[in-house]
């Protein structure tokens, strides 16, 4: 039962990487189609509110029960990523923020370990550190450096929030009183769309943009298509496989596994958008691969020593 836990937890943490992967390369024909980054932002985020919308309301007792964790995770782990990612990029390379942001799983293991100050495995570690080296070849972070104070405080934040993301998902997860994935989801957008509301300005979209087509590589995709697998897909179906993930296994092994997102999104840009892979990018992606094996591969402790963290022996009964 346990091992099925873990496969399964292994499973969903990658069909999020993969969802949450294919945003970019729904979202950038939209963006050199005319739509400001900000507002395909508030678009995503706004658009699955919506989509959610029944779930808040059947899960409303939440807010009585879960008001701070539903905040957080809406501020955080939906807004929060989102606006500093976006705002790095307008001081740095793209490949250099995105390197960043994906330091939150390293990040989520030093403030596990010296914040919380509970033990984590060494496959956890190692596997994080394989992993950020990987994703320095697949952005190849040494390509058009900026050395821009203000861009990488922005990005170190995007990491800090992604970090929290696993955090927020996994809180409550072992009490009795365990928030439902799709009520939290629900409420966290709500939350986003309110925060993004304010940085992006909605009102001033290009509508225009939306009633024609975009340019998916050699192919003119109506835009509303695009824009429905960016909600649909890249933002509900990734947030609640990834939530239910975090659950299954634990908060960095899943933060890990989430690296792959960073390959996914490069491998299908190269496939739809023409964008083609590099050597580095390639052995950068092996490398990613292989992180996210090494941390899966935790192993549980002797009798008699605390577990760490990392450990994928979790009740799934807990779920």
Known sequence: MQASGRHAGLGLALISAIAFGGSGVAAKPLIEAGLDPLHMVWLR????????????????DLVRRKPLLLAGFGLIAVAGVQAFYFASLSRIPVGVALLLEYLGPALLLGWIRFVQRRPVTRAAAAGAAVAVVGLACV?????????????????????????????????GSDGDDVPDPMGMIAYGMIVGTLVMTVIARPWQIDW?????????????????????????????????????????????????????????????????????????????????????????????????????????DRDPSKV
């Open 45 to 60: 985020v706004a658009g699955a509110a919506l989509v959610l919308s029944p779930l808040a309301w059947r899960h409303r």
């Open 139 to 171: 952005v190849q972070i040494w390509a058009g450096l900026s050395l821009d104070l203000l861009g990488v405080l922005l990005g170190l934040a995007a990491a800090c929030c992604q970090a929290f993301y696993f955090v927020f998902a996994d809180q």
């Open 208 to 312: 225009q943009v939306l009633g024609g087509d975009a340019a998916l590589g050699d192919l003119m995709v109506p835009a509303p298509v695009l824009l429905g697998w960016v909600v649909l897909i890249a933002t509900v179906f990734a947030y609640l496989t990834g939530v239910v993930s975090v659950r299954k296994l634990s908060p960095q092994v899943a933060g890990v596994v989430a690296c792959l997102e960073a390959v996914v999104a490069t491998v299908l840009a190269w496939v739809l958008l023409g964008e083609h892979l590099s050597t580095w990018q390639i052995i950068g992606g092996a490398l990613v691969l292989g992180g996210a094996f090494i941390a899966q591969t935790s192993r549980k402790v002797a009798p008699g020593v605390a577990e760490p963290v990392a450990a994928l």
